[in-house]
Each structure stands twice: as structure tokens, then as C-alpha cells.
């Protein structure tokens, strides 16, 4: 599997945006990168995905590199329910197509009121 | 449309009991995915399975976990003799049926199981 590297631990104040990177470079042509995110004592919660171009949806955007080696979710303004351990995870594409998430450490973001 | 609904939300058993899980995953899935996250670690996957077959069990321990998800019914990850190892969060995911890879899995809230 295709792993991915996060910082273990962002800041943030409430209200500015953050941005929350991810570097995946043995990603393969057709893995999809997927962002989710874990609230205390909470299951994770689905945030954004893409394959190649860059998305945007109501909980925030991701930009993808052109070289698909790295991406970044940006949350456009933080608030303090956003605080939570955020995940980057390449979807399995690999044979049999499981689609299982292979979840890694993750960025716990802190957002200060 | 209800999401995916786990039960019990705890479950307390005294070590060598049996630990029953039950997921039902949101309306028209036909993909559950099993997950456990121990105290202050990551999640990890356990097992998929898709209706009357287990799809890839890498994740499940040898021995005392097994897994089934009926025709009827909810998915059932079923943990015989517990141990105080064993306590930890489990988590159940659903899919829908196509392109995997392109949708999101949806989580319930989990299940967490103390062994005393």
C-alpha cells in the first residue's frame, strides 16, 4: 500500500485558515486520495477526495501538486469544532480493488480561540 | 436515510466471555469494513466483506475474531474469549457498491468494549 507522511500536530487560530499538508510520493497513477478526519471520541467523518484536479467542497478544498507527490487540505476558517485528528489516506487501488483505508498517525490540529 | 448504526455504543465483559458487534450499514450498501482503534493509537483495518463473503481479512487476528455479514441482517464482528488486549474501539464502515475507490466510506460511531 502507498503509504502517506503528515506532521503529527498543527495549531491554529480560530477563524484563519489553515492548511494541512500530506506528502505521498509513491502514489500510483490510479490511487485516489482521501481526507478524513476524527472528532473525540467520535468515528471518523469524511471530508474531501480527489484523483488529479484540485476540489472543493462545503467542508473545505484540496489542492492536489501536479505531480500528484503531494497534497494539501485547507480549511478556510477554523473553527474550535474543528479541532480533531485529520487523515490523509490513498484509497486502495491495488489488486482486488478492496477499497479498504489504511489509516496512518494523522495531523491532530489544535484550533485556538 | 439513517447512517451506519452500531450496537451496542459500550460493551463491558469480563475476561473469557464472548464479545458480539453488530454494524448495519447505511441503506443500499452492500460493502462493511472493519476497523479497531486501541487507546491513544491510530485505527487499523481488521476486515471486508460484502454480503454472504469475507473479501479480505488481513487485518483480523488469527485466532478468537471472526466476522460474517449475512444476507439478512446486520455484519457481526464476534470476539470469542476475550482479553483485556482486546479492549479498544471498533469501528464499522460502509460503501456503496460501485467505484470503491471514488466514494466515501461512512463510519459509525463505533463500539467500545472494556474487558474487566
Known amino acids: 500500500d502507498a503509504k502517506t507522511t503528515q506532521p503529527n500536530s498543527m495549531e491554529s487560530n480560530e477563524e484563519e485558515p489553515v492548511h494541512l499538508p500530506c506528502n505521498h510520493s509513491t502514489i500510483s497513477g490510479t490511487d485516489y486520495i482521501h481526507w478524513y478526519r476524527q472528532l473525540p471520541s467520535q468515528g471518523p467523518e469524511y471530508v474531501i477526495h480527489g484523483l488529479t484536479s484540485n476540489v472543493n467542497n462545503r467542508m473545505a478544498s484540496l489542492a492536489i501538486a501536479e505531480d500528484r507527490k503531494s497534497s494539501t487540505l485547507i480549511l478556510h476558517r477554523a473553527t474550535l469544532r474543528d479541532a480533531a485528528v485529520y487523515y490523509c489516506?490513498?484509497?486502495?487501488?491495488?489488486?482486488?480493488?478492496?477499497?479498504?483505508?489504511?489509516f496512518g498517525q494523522g495531523t491532530t490540529l489544535q484550533v485556538k480561540p | 436515510n439513517a447512517g451506519v448504526m452500531q450496537n451496542p455504543r459500550h460493551l463491558v465483559r469480563r475476561r473469557g466471555q464472548e464479545a458480539r458487534l453488530r454494524c448495519s450499514p447505511m441503506k443500499g450498501h452492500s460493502h462493511v469494513y472493519w476497523y479497531r482503534q486501541l487507546p491513544e493509537e491510530g485505527l487499523k483495518f481488521m476486515v471486508y466483506?460484502?454480503?454472504?463473503?469475507?473479501?479480505?481479512e488481513s487485518g483480523m487476528p488469527k485466532e478468537r475474531f471472526s466476522a460474517e455479514f449475512p444476507k439478512e441482517g446486520p455484519s457481526i464482528l464476534r470476539i470469542q474469549q476475550v482479553v483485556r488486549g482486546d479492549s479498544a474501539a471498533y469501528f464499522c464502515a460502509s460503501s456503496p457498491l460501485a467505484q470503491i475507490m471514488n466514494t466515501e466510506a461512512f463510519f459509525g460511531q463505533g463500539t467500545r468494549l472494556t474487558v474487566v
Open positions: 489516506i490513498l484509497r486502495d487501488a491495488g489488486s482486488g480493488n478492496t477499497g479498504k483505508l489504511i
Open positions: 466483506l460484502q454480503k454472504e463473503n469475507i473479501i479480505d
